[in-house]
């Protein structure tokens, strides 16, 4: 079991930053891959980045290369996305997820944070 927590988020303007952390306890193995999701009502989950713990290695959706980052603390459990020029389509409710493995696929993750609200207006 793997539980996910959530923090940051919130409204800003177009161009401004946000960051947002997620703290997993739990199985640690179940949450090698730690990745981030957002979702706008009506719409598909899209996964915006991921990384593997064990190696570092990241991946992220074309819609966010060169704005979004996520960084990662093992010894915290903790993985963070520093999002820079932010643009009114990022507007969402953005998810943590945890798996073994990564995927594009959000049905491959079994476990996610509550969801954080990030608001971008122009």
């Known amino acids: 079991q793997v539980q996910l927590v959530e923090s940051g988020g919130g409204s800003v303007q177009a161009g401004g930053s946000l960051r947002l952390s997620c703290a997993a306890s739990g199985d640690s193995e179940s949450s090698n891959c730690m990745a981030w999701f957002r979702q706008v009502a009506g719409k598909e989950r899209e996964q915006v980045t991921r990384t593997y713990r064990p190696n570092g290695i990241t991946l992220y959706a074309d819609s966010v290369k060169g704005r979004f980052t996520i960084s990662q603390d093992n010894a915290k459990n903790t993985v963070w996305l520093q999002m820079n020029s932010l643009k009114p389509p990022d507007t969402a409710i953005y998810y943590c997820?945890?798996?073994?493995?990564?995927?594009?696929?959000?049905?491959?993750?079994?476990?996610w944070g509550q969801g954080t609200q990030v608001t971008v207006s122009s």
């Open positions: 997820a945890a798996a073994p493995l990564c995927s594009w696929n959000p049905s491959h993750y079994k476990y």
